[in-house]
């Protein structure tokens, strides 16, 4: 089962759809990939080779890259560090976005004992990962390579090497046969952060005898939410095998703090203490950037057509006299697309600066190209409000989370299906604005007492409805979400204070949502120590 990068995410309560912990799993059964499945996958095999030359040839990793994808050569696995060392955990996560999303998981797994070798797919993902867990990497508590292909050969060598005592797989990443290879070594598969779309979950019921196969040889899965839950029974899977537990796109992926940093998962620390060390952050940050006083709006994570559409909407605030010292911080998701989106800002006549070529913003700076990786969290700091890429096109929309948990707001286009229960949520609260969205409450100023209110009145809500007929006028989104988009930004940047506001709204929600770490991480430790006592027991 690739990875489903369009999901339904409907917000569900985890308590009231959770199974208990305590109920056992049942004595699992191997089921076979279908054959025609397994002749495909070596029809695909050399086919998959010459795609993987010609996307990677001229790379310097790119021996490095054939010989892990086929089980020539992978690097040496984790060290225990000590007595208590736990075992190996195989966690696999296809490109950028599922890695950020499993990275805490990872950190709380290592911190408990266990040992990680993490796999990805992409280029994009398996560079996160590197930069990530480059300590980890370094001291032997984790290995890293890309994902073998699905391949019964490939996978028994892969396996014999790394010696897991259990397997993950984020969001939706499964192989048929390496699920069967699993179940037949009684190595316990689990479905972390799992999602499935109506889209997805029409296109697997097309091939349903290998997605029962997957979903029977899965030992747990961690759903996000109900509907999905739903699905992945229909597809086949049993109720026992199945969690709910809220999406770890909750759990703030921060890089590691230094020692001066709060940590906000300290359900004793204050809410205002917290709030008062992000905003001395922002304040230093603008310092250090030089954009004190300064609109500063950040388009993130960035696909081809929304850079131009965060141009346009740049060109209207600078239009204006009182935005006219505007910045723009476009941050490409894809660093092969830098130059192209470089090219297309020196079209647009804006003044521009590269992160790469360490150039300053100066004051007559108005686009500044973050063409660098892992600096993410830096440039939601410094905004003001955020553009979440990935939802002007049909891409299903990146994690509001991150700079939510800075207090930063936050706004979105109309293709949000890979995370859409955050989104509502956000949305509810004010701390996210997307055209159309019947959650949406805006956050308003208290003149008289200077604090925050949401607005609860109809018309709000109305105002915010989905049209009944959209006259789409480009491959970004309706030229009215273009136009509530544009107001909405102009509003929070005219307004720094209701900013703030905002910013402060969506921070308490993030910090209040961390609890899901702890579910899934209990979840995983469950079905570990049940596999152990059924081994044991043999």
Known sequence: MPSSHSSSDNASNPADT?????????????????????????????????QVWRRSHKRDNYQQEVAQRFGKQYPSP??????????????????????NTVAPLLDMLMANGYQIWLTNTTQTGFARGAS???????????SHSYVPVDSPTVIETFLAHVQPIAALFVETELWANILTKLAQHQIPSVLVNGRLSSSSFKSYQKIAAVSTSMMKNLALIIA????????????????????????????????????????????????????????????????????????????????????????????????????????????????????????????????????????????????????????????????????????????????????ASVATPVIMGRYTQSCQSVVDKLAEVGALYQPNNECYRSVVMNESSETAQRTTNQQ????????????????????????????????????LSLAAAVGQVGEKTTAQQQAVLLRQFAMIEDVIEQYAIREQAV
């Open 18 to 50: 959770m199974l208990p912990d305590s109920q056992p799993l049942t004595e699992k059964v191997v089921y076979q990939t279908p054959f025609y499945y397994q002749f495909l996958i070596s029809l695909l095999k050399p086919l998959y080779r010459l």
């Open 78 to 99: 984790p060290i225990a560090m000590d007595k208590d060392h736990k075992g190996v955990i195989w966690c696999h996560a296809v490109s950028l976005g599922e890695t």
């Open 132 to 142: 990530r867990f480059v300590d980890e990497i370094a001291q032997g508590r984790m």
């Open 224 to 403: 996000q939410d109900s509907d999905s839950a739903k699905r992945f029974r229909q597809l086949g899977a049993d109720s026992a095998q199945i969690r709910v537990a809220g999406s770890l796109k909750w759990v703030i992926n921060t890089p590691k703090a230094n020692s001066n940093t709060i940590n906000i998962d300290d359900q004793d620390a204050d809410t205002a203490e917290v709030y008062a060390h992000i905003e001395y952050q922002k304040n230093q940050l603008a310092k250090e950037f030089a954009t004190v006083g300064r609109p500063v709006w950040v388009a993130a994570s960035t696909h081809e057509g929304e850079e131009a559409a965060a141009i346009s909407l740049h060109q209207q605030l600078l239009s204006q006299s009182a935005l006219a010292e505007s910045l723009l911080i476009i941050v490409p998701r894809h660093p092969e697309r830098f130059d192209a989106v470089a090219e297309l800002i020196q079209k647009t006549g804006l003044t521009m600066a590269r992160r790469s070529n360490d150039e300053p913003i100066g004051a007559d700076t108005q686009v500044y190209l973050a063409d660098s990786m892992g600096e993410m969290m830096t440039w939601y700091t410094l905004a003001t409000v955020a553009l979440v890429g990935g939802s002007l096109v049909d891409i299903g929309g990146h994690n509001p989370v991150e700079p």
């Open 460 to 495: 709000t809500l109305n105002s915010n409805k989905k049209p009944s007929n959209h006259h789409t006028a480009n491959n970004t989104g309706s030229t009215d979400d273009t136009a509530l988009i544009y107001q909405q930004l102009e509003r929070w940047l005219s307004d």
